[in-house]
């Protein structure tokens, strides 16, 4: 349950809070409104754990988070004849901290599991017979865990001293419970819940409620339903404090390439551009593997005259840690024309958390600069480090080595550069943001490394060297990626697909991690991010396909090859594809609680297929003939009408004579035909593709409803997305009729929303690639655009500001769930229309 929350410290929780004590002093309140506005801008993305956004549509109102909501900061100021304007980030003016919560310091209190007699929420009650324990108290894998609480019933009582004075400043409650939580201070229940949980949730407190001076009680109850359970909480109270960077720049405008998201700022009489470029060039392994990003910037004079101008960049330990009641470490370095500062923790718990809402702990978070006059890079302090640049105190050399809770002291990484004099001739820089992560996935037992590291044998310092002396040459290859995919798929579907697939490039591949086995065999691990954290899902992989399809194959092959090696070394032994092969980032065998026969089947042959149909030549095929040959079988024999199971979409749950799901079983015989087609396998192509053109006829009849076709075959006035019939376009199977297809896309033209066309009859909801899929089957690109354009909306107009949903409402744009998934790789499935 709780996995899929929030795990933001004190500090995060209440970034919005405390940032609205000092409203940022705007300068002018114009600002260039852009044609295409994402729901969240994508800055830093290297992997499922490096990976930060901006959800605003200025730069600097708020913090940048990692995709789960978590606060990774990242601050921007330029300084222009002594005036300081910040463009990127915001600061966060931490509370005061009255009665710690876990995530700043473990804290005592009086519990029990047994039902307690009347009157224990009370201050005077006699809790002598109960036991004593630290919290936070919940089950196994909860964030800042001192004492297991395994039982359904837990009751914990904390007696506390106020001090005398509390000042004037607003005091709030902050607590987190899983599942059912009733809580009371000194006997007044103050919180109640049904059957749900949440994390730091902040409640105002009125004054007269608590005892200055005296002796206070926070009581609480929590019912542990199913699944985890969890209890926290804690006092704070605001802190008013004035921002240091308190003038923001002017935001002029804003653009999303495939691998760089570009800002243009006015600051004072100076312009700045301001370039966040990821090289996830699909085509170059060792490149988008290489965990270096660049923040890029040109500065020039707007006035012709001369200015006196300085850059200040910095970022957290946040990056490197899943809590901030972690104890972190950073170190200044510097070999050959680089330096850098790194954090990361002192524990080094290397891959031993997996999860969803999981930010990796181990490894080293960088900022790194390639050495030239005028730069420099050191440890600081989070506040200290902001008033030194703008008063001009910074030190010339800063310490060596720190080591802190930011919980209690907030450090920072810190750059700058004296640019001096810049005039109307513009003036340059770039900082590199980096992360190693020692061990990158668990596979079967062997921790494996990155790719970039050629098994150890290179460095993080190489890494960041090669990306200094390259960089020239990286940032033509990635001018020349977001040339052609903004080209292609404008020619594909028109301006608002290409932007589309503009802002799902990054989100897709970094939602990925590229190792290899022992054997040296490529793996393409996904992330199922903001879900349940599975590791090479295939029913992640199966809609993520097209983009990797279009841009480099290989990289579809290391997402299916952990699936067919999982069934090949007989550690999965079902006559059917599995789910997944673990929880992220542990892939030792599957962790989801069932099997999706029929989806995972179809999924590997038809995309199998598709490598086959990519490459010329069924040579990946060949290879894992055999089990291919056992799925093929499995969806003949129970394909056609498939039993009570889950498919892809399975938060619509389980249910019988899925329609779609039928189809896919159809397209995955006539792939397995085509495939032995071209390995040369006469008579087995022709069984197999007669059976699947008659299955396709079955079909027709069975779902028949009119002008359309059903949802389940025993339901008639009902319909569905029937995405999956596209690969019989994509691929050229040719055994459906074109008028099914023809008249689906008639009759979902009747259905559309303002936001997109339902998923089904069921609900209003969508899935974002599948209205991509269905719309692919439209005869024209016209028709493909009347699909689209709904969906561009969504995206553009969603009130939820994170990382591209795929799962929304299509009557008013909300999120229901998922966000930052690979899936959205789907979008490019258009450009496979050839």
């Given at each position: 349950?709780f996995?899929?929350l929030?795990?933001?410290g ?8 405390f940032?609205a004590?000092?409203p940022?002093?705007q300068?002018?309140e114009?600002v ?5 506005r994402a729901?969240?801008y994508?800055?830093i993305?290297?992997?499922p754990y490096?990976s930060a956004w901006s959800?605003?549509?200025q730069?600097?109102d708020?913090p940048?988070?990692h995709?789960?909501g978590?606060?990774h900061?990242?601050i ?6 002594g005036?300081v304007?910040?463009f990127?980030?915001k ?6 901290v009255?009665l710690?919560?876990?995530n ?5 209190a009086?519990?029990?599991e047994?039902?307690p007699a009347v ?5 005077n009650f006699?809790d002598a017979g109960?036991?004593t324990?630290k919290g936070?108290?919940g ?13 359904k019933?837990?009751?914990v009582?904390?007696l506390?001293?106020?001090?005398a004075?509390?000042?004037t400043?607003?005091?709030y409650?902050i607590?987190?419970h899983?599942d059912?939580f ?5 006997g007044?229940q103050l919180v109640?819940?049904?059957?749900e949980?949440?994390n730091?949730v902040l409640?105002?407190?009125d004054r007269?409620?608590l ?5 206070n009680c926070?009581?609480v109850h ?8 969890y ?5 704070i109270?605001e ?14 405008s ?9 800002y243009n700022?006015t600051?004072g009489?100076?312009?700045l551009?301001?370039?966040f470029?990821?090289?996830?060039i ?5 490149l988008l593997?290489r965990?270096?990003?660049?923040i890029n910037?040109?500065i020039?004079a707007?006035?012709n005259?001369k200015?006196n101008?300085?850059i200040?960049i910095?970022t957290?330990?946040?990056w490197?840690?899943?809590d ?5 470490e950073l170190t200044?370095?510097?070999?050959e024309?680089?330096s850098?500062?790194k954090?990361?923790?002192v ?5 031993q958390k ?5 930010r990796i702990?181990w490894?080293?978070?960088y ?6 006059p005028?730069t420099?890079i050191?440890?600081?302090d ?6 030194q640049?703008?008063n001009?105190?910074?030190?010339e ?7 802190t ?6 450090p920072?990484?810190v750059?700058?550069e004296?640019?001096?004099?810049v005039?109307k001739q513009a003036k ?5 943001l980096?992360?190693?992560d020692i061990?990158?996935i668990q ?5 494996l490394?990155?790719w970039?590291t050629?098994?150890g044998k290179?460095?993080i310092t190489d890494?960041?060297q090669a990306?200094v ?5 990286v940032?033509?290859?990635c ?13 594909a579907?028109?301006?608002n697909?290409?932007?589309l ?14 190792v290899?086995d022992t ?6 691990l996904?992330k199922e ?5 599975s590791?090479?899902t295939v029913?992640?992989t199966?809609?993520s ?5 279009k841009?480099?194959?290989?990289l ?5 090859n952990?699936i067919?090696?999982?069934s ?6 079902k ?6 092969v673990?929880?992220y ?9 069932g099997?999706m ?5 179809g999924n590997m042959?038809?995309l199998?297929?598709?490598?086959a ?7 990946y ?5 055999d089990?291919?040959?056992t ?12 039993e009570n199971q889950?498919?892809?979409?399975d938060f ?8 779609n ?8 015989i006539?792939?397995?035909g085509k495939?032995?087609e071209?390995?040369?396998k006469n008579d087995?192509a ?8 008659q299955?396709?006829?079955?079909w ?5 409803d009119?002008?359309h076709?059903r949802?389940?075959?025993?339901k008639?006035?009902t319909w569905s997305q029937k995405y ?7 691929l050229?199977?040719g055994i459906f009729p ?6 689906e896309?008639k009759y979902?033209?009747?259905?559309q929303?303002?936001?997109g066309l339902?998923?089904d ?6 899935k974002?690639?599948w209205?991509?899929?269905?719309a692919t089957l439209?005869?024209d ?9 709904p969906l561009y909306?969504f995206v ?8 591209m949903?795929d799962w929304?409402?299509?009557?008013d744009?909300k999120?229901v769930?998922f966000q930052?998934r690979?899936?959205v790789?789907?979008?490019?499935i258009?450009?496979l229309?050839e």
């Open positions: 349950m996995s899929r929030q795990y933001c004190i500090i995060t929780i209440l970034a919005l809070l940032i004590c000092s940022t002093e300068v002018n114009t260039k409104k852009e044609s295409f729901p969240s994508p800055l993305t290297i992997d490096t959800n605003t549509d730069l600097f708020a940048v988070t995709w789960t978590k606060t900061s990242l921007g100021a330029l300084k222009v004849d005036e304007y910040r990127l980030g600061e966060i003016i931490p509370p005061k009255i710690p919560m876990a700043y310091e473990h804290w005592e009086s519990y029990t047994k039902q009157g224990w929420e009370t201050t006699d109960w036991e324990g936070a108290f089950t196994s894998g909860m964030p800042a865990l001192s004492t297991s609480w395994e039982s019933d837990i009751w009582r904390r506390f001293q106020l001090p004075e509390l000042g400043e607003d005091i409650l607590y987190s899983d059912i009733e809580l009371y201070l000194n007044e109640k819940t049904e059957y949980w949440h730091n409640l105002k407190l007269e409620k005892k200055p001076g005296k002796e926070i009581a929590c019912h542990n339903r199913t699944g985890g359970g209890v926290d909480f804690g006092i109270q802190r008013k404090q004035n921002e240091i960077f308190a003038t923001a720049a002017i935001q002029n804003v653009n999303i390439t495939s691998t760089a998201t570009i700022f600051c009489p100076v312009d551009q301001l370039e470029v990821s090289p996830l699909p085509d170059n392994l060792d593997s965990p270096v990003n660049y910037y040109e020039q707007s006035d005259k200015h101008v300085q200040y910095e957290t330990p946040e490197a840690v899943n901030l009641s972690q104890e972190v200044a370095g510097a070999k024309n680089i850098w500062v954090a990361g923790t524990e080094q718990p290397v891959l997996k999860g969803d809402n999981i702990d490894g080293y978070h900022l790194a600069t390639a050495e030239k005028g420099a050191r440890i600081g989070y506040l200290l480090s902001k008033q640049f703008a001009n105190e910074l030190p050399v800063g310490v060596d080595k720190f080591t809770k930011m919980s209690h002291s907030m920072a990484l750059y700058t004296n640019m001096q004099e005039s340059s820089g770039y900082v590199m980096a992360y190693d061990e990158s596979y079967f037992g062997d921790n490394k990155a970039w050629k098994n290179v460095s890494a960041l990306a002396t390259e960089r020239d040459e940032l033509t290859s001018r020349k990626i977001d040339d052609a995919v903004y080209a292609e798929a404008l020619d579907g028109g301006k697909y290409a932007k697939c503009e802002l799902a490039f990054r989100q897709s591949i970094a939602a990925h991690k590229l290899k054997k040296g065999n490529i793996l393409f996904s991010n903001f879900s349940n954290g590791i090479g029913d992640v199966y809609p396909a097209p983009l990797f399809l841009y480099n194959p290989d579809l092959k290391g997402m299916m952990p067919f090696y999982y090949e070394s007989g550690k999965w032994t006559p059917f594809a599995a789910h997944d673990g929880t980032p542990l892939a030792n065998g599957q962790t989801y609680g099997d026969p029929v989806e995972e089947c042959i038809i199998t297929t598709a490598i149909d990519a490459e010329g030549n069924a040579d095929a060949a290879g894992h003939w089990v291919l040959t799925w093929a079988n499995y969806l003949m024999e129970n394909g056609l009408d498939p889950l498919c892809t979409d619509a749950g389980h249910f019988a004579h899925n329609v799901l039928s189809a896919k079983a159809i397209m995955g006539a792939g397995y495939l032995a071209m390995l040369g087995i022709e069984k197999y593709t007669s059976e699947a053109k299955m396709a006829q079955e027709m009849k069975m779902a028949d009119g002008d076709y949802l389940t075959f025993d008639p006035e999956n019939l596209v690969w019989d376009k994509l050229n199977l074109e008028e099914v297809a023809q008249t896309i979902y033209l009747t259905k929303n303002k936001y339902p998923l009859n069921r609900r209003t909801y969508t974002s690639d209205i991509i899929w269905t439209a005869a690109k016209e028709t493909f655009q009347k699909f689209i354009d909306e553009s107009e969603t009130p939820d500001r994170v990382p949903s929304y409402e299509t009557p744009a999120q769930g930052a690979s899936v790789g789907g979008y490019f258009k450009m229309d």
